[in-house]
């Protein structure tokens, strides 16, 4: 599964509606409304890359509030989970 994490920046007034359309689309898993520089900080979850370059050239620019947009594709993800797990090696 690849991540990718979308910046957003939003009509002030616009907020909650561009969210909830946001959060509509197939592949988004989150949506989350921030403080700072950016308005929302989205997270898309897809299988293949092909998929993200449609949902964020395709279906974001349908979103009407959007006034910027910045996207992050990770390339690992590190969790409290994997790093303790990494520690389990060998315990039995």
């Known amino acids: 599964m690849i ?5 957003v920046r939003a009509e002030p007034r616009q907020i909650p509606q561009c969210a909830k359309h946001l959060a509509a689309i197939d592949g988004v ?3 989350y409304s921030v ?3 950016w308005d929302l900080v ?3 979850k897809v299988p293949q890359y092909d998929d993200i ?3 964020v050239t395709e279906k974001f620019p349908l979103v009407p509030g959007i006034v910027r947009t910045t996207t992050l594709t ?3 993800a590190y969790s409290k989970a994997d790093l303790e797990q990494g520690w389990d090696i060998g315990s039995a």
């Not at 991540?3 to 910046?7: A, G, K, W």
Request: glycine share 4%; proline share 0%.
């Open 53 to 55: 370059a449609k949902i």
């Open 74 to 76: 990770a390339f690992k």
């Open 3 to 7: 991540t990718t994490i979308v910046l």
């Open 29 to 31: 898993t989150d949506v």
């Open 35 to 37: 403080s700072g520089e």
């Open 42 to 44: 989205v997270l898309v």
